[in-house]
């Protein structure tokens, strides 16, 4: 079964530091989302792209966050520098278009310290 | 902006009890999804429901948007220890946007 990948599971990073997430979507899924989740809360979405471009980031802090998908494919999201309150788990999903129900990757759990 | 509000907020059951989830919205519901997520990891998905009296179900699972679409129920049948989790619903708030606003999760423990 096709699965949305994401890069790193883990990252501990000191307050300050630059850190980065890598998703790759699955094959031909033209939407890709990066969503946010701090403990006991549900998802937020940060960030939505179709192909290369980006449909929202109204939620985005664009004075420290930061997100490309160059080529329509797979996706980096980037935060410096990074601040105690970023510590969350970051999601990344696709879908193809016009399909409701997409797939969420495993998710990179952020500590910073 | 919409807003969903589960309940309850957590849920402890024994093995063998069935069990229901509620989410609520302050709007109408354009499409409703359910997830499932574990402790530290990504989001399962579980159910889409789009018309109002929808019901799907799969396994022992069975999830029901009622007419009005402003509120969904996920009911689980003789729970076993695998069903636990934190539970999520999403709605798409403008309907075709694809973008999904979430509940805060009602997490479930399965007792043996």
């Known amino acids: 079964e096709a699965e949305v990948a994401q890069s790193p599971r883990y990252k501990i990073t000191e307050k300050s530091q630059a850190v980065a997430f890598w998703c790759d979507p699955i094959?031909?899924?033209?939407?890709l989302y990066w969503y946010r989740q701090i403990l006991g809360q549900g998802p937020e979405l940060l960030v939505q792209?179709?192909?290369?471009?980006?449909?929202?980031d109204s939620q985005l802090p664009k004075d420290r966050f930061s997100a490309e998908r160059l080529k329509g494919v797979d996706s980096t999201l980037k935060i410096q520098p990074a601040e105690l309150g970023d510590s969350a788990m970051y999601l990344c999903a696709s879908s193809s278009r016009g399909n409701y129900g997409y797939t969420f990757g495993s998710g990179t759990r952020l500590t910073v310290v | 902006s919409q807003e969903l509000e589960q309940s309850p907020q957590s849920l402890i059951v024994q093995e063998g009890k069935n069990l229901t989830i509620n989410c609520t919205s302050s709007k109408t519901l354009y499409g409703l999804y359910w997830y499932k997520q574990k402790y530290g990891e990504g989001l399962i998905f579980l159910m889409m429901?789009?018309?109002?009296?929808e019901e799907k179900s799969h396994e022992k699972i069975t999830a029901k948007l009622d007419e009005k679409k402003q509120q969904s129920s996920l009911h689980i049948t003789a729970s076993q220890p695998s069903h636990a989790g934190i539970y999520l619903c999403g709605a798409d708030p403008r309907g075709g946007s694809e973008k999904l606003v979430f509940g805060k999760g009602t997490k479930l423990t399965v007792n043996p």
């Open positions: 094959s031909g899924h033209a939407t």
């Open positions: 429901l789009q018309k109002g009296g």
């Open positions: 792209f179709q192909d290369e471009s980006v449909v929202d």
